[in-house]
């Protein structure tokens, strides 16, 4: 059930590296000095340029934001519609709500902010009396205020409580997760969400060290994943979380913790319906299984005529971009504009 409020770094900053062929020199850095991640505390809305080239937000009109975050994308919309459009809000997360309000109070344009899933989007649309919108935006994942905080557990470079909800109020912990999922369970969703090249070899790991105790911390998840050779220690040594082994289970774990999946799959079948006609959904994502999932309902909605022009490829940010927030890095935008009738 949505609240709503009248009145970050962004992410997914822990993904495995970016597979993208690079054809620019890449910058040398000092062992150890390489930017791994967007200075705490610094908000850089990812792929902005490109959010507001493609939704083209104009005065007067209706948006919608998804994943509010930090309302570094929201506010940049809200500004573009003026003191006579409007943007509907909403996040999973009561912290971003409440940081997100004052952002957006900023731009002194009228907004309405629900904290709750996405999933429950026609509620959130229906209490703010808006039956259609022309731009919606979903950037997917995890913003990086909330990894950047140890006690939300989403880190494994940082030790705190294995939580990873997005909505601290609710819902099964990681920990609680990790304590119950069955070993083929577990396989199957390290191979399936997390691409895990060994998804054998990491299970047995993970039931062999909750047989003992069990996993509560994200250091102690993240230690028990990490190889024992001398090959592996001299390599934390220089850099110590360069492709750190534990990157595909954290997220693998977050992906289910969030049923991020689901949620996503939901709001793609919604989504044509809250569009107005002409009216451009742009979706963010930073996961293969999320930007397939996208891919695929574009692309049926463009066959059966409900969108008129779909992205025909996954746009990514430029090189200056993921150099200056190597959050970026792994960031798919896709786009789809719904038929005129
Ligand atoms: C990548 S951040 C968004 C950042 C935002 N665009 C900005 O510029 O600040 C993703 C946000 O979406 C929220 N989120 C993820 N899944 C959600 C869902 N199913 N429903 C609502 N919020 C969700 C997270 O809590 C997080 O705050």
């Not at 999922?181 to 969703?189: P, Y």
Request: charged share 30%.
């Amino acid at each position: 059930m949505m609240k709503i409020m009248s009145v970050e770094p962004e992410l997914s900053p822990e993904v495995p590296p970016d597979p993208t062929p690079k054809r620019v020199r890449r910058k040398r850095y000092a062992p150890g000095k390489r930017p791994r991640s967007t200075p705490q505390g610094g908000h850089v809305p990812v792929m902005l340029r490109e959010v507001l080239e493609f939704m083209d937000p104009m005065e007067g009109g209706i948006y919608v934001d998804t994943t509010l975050g930090l309302a570094g994308h929201g506010s940049a919309i809200l500004t573009k519609a003026g003191p006579e459009g409007l943007l509907v809000g909403m996040d999973f997360d009561p912290n971003a709500i409440l940081k997100a309000t004052e952002t957006l109070t900023a731009t002194g344009n009228p907004f309405r902010i629900f904290q709750g899933n996405f999933a429950g989007i026609e509620l959130s649309l229906a209490q703010a009396g808006v039956d259609g919108c022309d731009g919606l935006l979903a950037d997917l994942g995890m913003s990086s205020y909330q990894v950047d905080d140890a006690e939300r557990g989403f880190s494994y470079r940082r030790d705190g409580p294995l939580d990873m909800r997005m909505d601290p109020t609710r819902g099964k912990t990681a920990a609680e997760l990790l304590a119950t999922i069955s070993e083929k369970d577990l396989v199957e969703a390290l191979a399936n969400i997390g691409d895990e090249p060994d998804p054998w070899t990491v299970t047995r790991r993970i039931i062999a060290a909750r047989e003992k105790e069990p996993i509560v911390r994200t250091g102690q998840l993240a230690t028990l994943l990490e190889p024992q050779d001398r090959e592996w220690k001299l390599r934390k040594a220089k850099d110590k979380f360069k492709s750190h082994p534990a990157i595909r289970v954290f997220q693998t774990l977050r992906i289910l913790v969030n049923r991020e999946l689901a949620n996503l799959e939901h709001l793609l079948r919604i989504l044509p319906w809250v569009l107005k006609p002409q009216g451009v959904a742009v979706i963010l994502s930073f996961h293969s299984g999320e930007d397939r999932l996208v891919k695929k309902a574009f692309r049926a909605g463009l066959e059966t005529g409900i969108f008129e022009a779909v992205s025909d490829r996954p746009i990514r940010p430029t090189f200056q971009e993921k150099l200056r927030n190597p959050r970026s890095r792994s960031t798919r935008l896709r786009w789809a504009r719904r038929a005129k009738s």
